[in-house]
């Protein structure tokens, strides 16, 4: 039997994901946190991509939010939680900012739309802006103005990864462009859907790419000189995520047919320039 560590270790980089490398710089005690805290997200995450039948996803989120309740209450009994618990008062974890994260993934059992970008900025916050909350507070916060870095950070990684993931979604029948801007730019939801990639569509990700980029520089002016050592690892992300995002723009938004990403050692060689250099 893997330990619970060894359980959320696996998670962590069996994902392949960018945070793996802004984790990796990070002291023990703290990437032992944050990696137990983003398998919690995962597990949440894959209860909506990974189980089609919208019933029996919604029985499951059903249950995280009993054992997040239970596991705050010293009995945690999933793996990811046992392995969470030990850092939650160390570092100001709550319960309430894992229900949030369970919240944002039961919008996504209950719409495949929306009507237009406040509705989506509301989704992004707690999928996206409550993770940054708490990686955070994980990565040694000291300035409490630190936090709406962190949620302004969260919106942009997660609108680059509505640009990646459009044709993904598409393919799930989910479409988070909003509405109103799809109107606005002539592109019809069944070209979405069926995959059409057109010069209305790249005008309309352009658009969407702009917001992102808007996003990423009010964050990084939003960080207080005090916690830019010790938010190093979400400076990564962004590094690592803009980088992906210029690549797609690069690419002619090519995202309905295909998944665009950089190599793993490309997303190492960036977090390394923000460890070693302090260079975005």
């Known amino acids: ?111 495949t739309r929306y009507l237009d970008f406040p509705g989506l900025a509301r989704y992004c916050h707690l999928v996206a802006g409550v993770v940054g909350e708490v ?32 044709g993904e979604d598409a393919r799930r029948g989910r479409i988070y462009l909003p509405v109103n801007e799809l109107q606005q730019f002539d592109v019809k939801a069944h070209e979405v859907l069926g995959r059409v990639h057109s010069e209305r569509f790249v005008a309309l990700m352009r658009f969407q790419a702009q917001r992102a980029h808007a996003a990423y520089d009010e964050a990084l002016a939003l960080l207080p000189a005090a916690d830019r050592r010790s938010q190093k690892p979400g400076l990564m992300m962004a590094s690592i995520y803009r980088t992906l995002l210029r690549e797609i723009e690069s690419e002619d938004f090519k995202v309905l047919d295909q998944r665009i990403g950089l190599t793993p050692l490309r997303k190492l060689w960036l977090a390394w320039k923000v460890q070693a250099l302090g260079r975005l």
């Open 1 to 111: 039997m893997s330990t619970p560590e060894q359980y959320v270790q696996d998670k962590a980089a069996a994902s392949g994901s960018s945070f793996y490398y802004a984790f990796l710089f990070l002291p023990p005690e703290r990437r032992a946190a944050i990696t137990a805290f983003y398998a919690f997200c995962r597990e949440v995450d894959d209860v909506v991509d990974e189980v089609t039948d919208p019933g029996v996803a919604a029985t499951k989120l059903a249950w995280w939010r009993t054992e997040v309740a239970q596991a705050f209450a010293n009995e945690p009994r999933h793996p990811a939680m046992k392995a969470l618990m030990p850092h939650a008062a160390t570092f100001g974890i709550e319960a309430v900012q894992l229900q949030q994260v369970i919240e944002g993934c039961e919008m996504d059992l209950q719409q």
């Open 135 to 166: 990686a955070a507070r994980i990565f040694g916060q000291s300035d409490p103005a630190t936090t709406a870095y962190a949620h302004k950070l969260g919106l942009a990684l997660q609108l680059t990864n509505i640009i990646r993931d459009v």
